[in-house]
């Protein structure tokens, strides 16, 4: 991929999109989800609690792989339901994000005008439903302005991570448990260093 980001359309089907965000609130809702330390008024799930939302970094590989040409190694995925309040704070991602996807799921925004971008530098881009940004994760600034709806509105974004199977991160692992999480970022740490040198 020549760009840091690029807009991709239909990464998943509005079947699919229904059927992953009534999953994730059924799940909310029996205590399943985890505080999320970057975004406190939210709710977020990582894929190793899930085999359907593990599963979801395989079934869009293909897709990721043909839009950056590249080869890839699925390491983890995420999903955050944002509250009214919501920001997402400028930041870069950790290696374990070296090629990133962000699709947008299902929201609910009392306004039917209002649009919540994802700003990749200083572009905002508005996801709709079902499409993506897939973004170099740990080279651009990524964040969101504040969520600016009334409470009983949400949005509901999914995010899947993967590594250059032949670049610098190719040796972290796919997170599939806690242990796995926990060697990624004592590897990445290493990794850091080395790269920063
Ligand atoms: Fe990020």
Redesign the pocket.
């Known amino acids: 991929m020549k760009t840091n980001y690029k807009y991709v359309k239909n990464m998943l089907s509005s079947d699919m999109v229904e059927f992953l965000t009534t999953y994730a609130i059924r799940k909310a809702s029996e205590g399943k989800n985890r505080p999320d330390e970057l975004v406190p008024l939210s709710t977020s799930f990582h894929a190793f609690h899930s085999d359907i939302f593990n599963h979801i970094i395989h079934f869009l590989q293909p897709i990721v792989e043909k839009e950056t040409n590249l080869n890839l190694k699925p390491i983890y995925s995420f999903n955050r339901i944002y509250l009214p309040g919501s920001d997402l704070p400028i930041?870069?991602?950790r290696p374990s994000?070296e090629i990133?996807a962000s699709v947008t799921l299902k929201y609910f925004y009392k306004d039917k005008d209002y649009k919540w971008p994802l700003c990749m530098g200083d572009k905002p881009i508005v996801i709709e439903k079902g499409d993506g940004v897939i973004y170099k994760?740990c080279e651009i600034d990524?964040w969101r302005p504040v969520f600016s709806q009334p409470d009983g509105c949400w949005h509901h974004q999914l995010?899947v991570f993967y590594i250059n199977k032949e670049g610098p991160f190719k040796d972290l692992e796919e997170e599939t448990t806690q242990e796995k999480v926990d060697s990624n970022v004592e590897l990445e740490k290493k990794l850091e260093k080395i790269t920063n040198n």
Request: no cysteine; aromatic share 12%.
């Open positions: 930041h870069k991602d994000s990133s994760g990524h995010f």
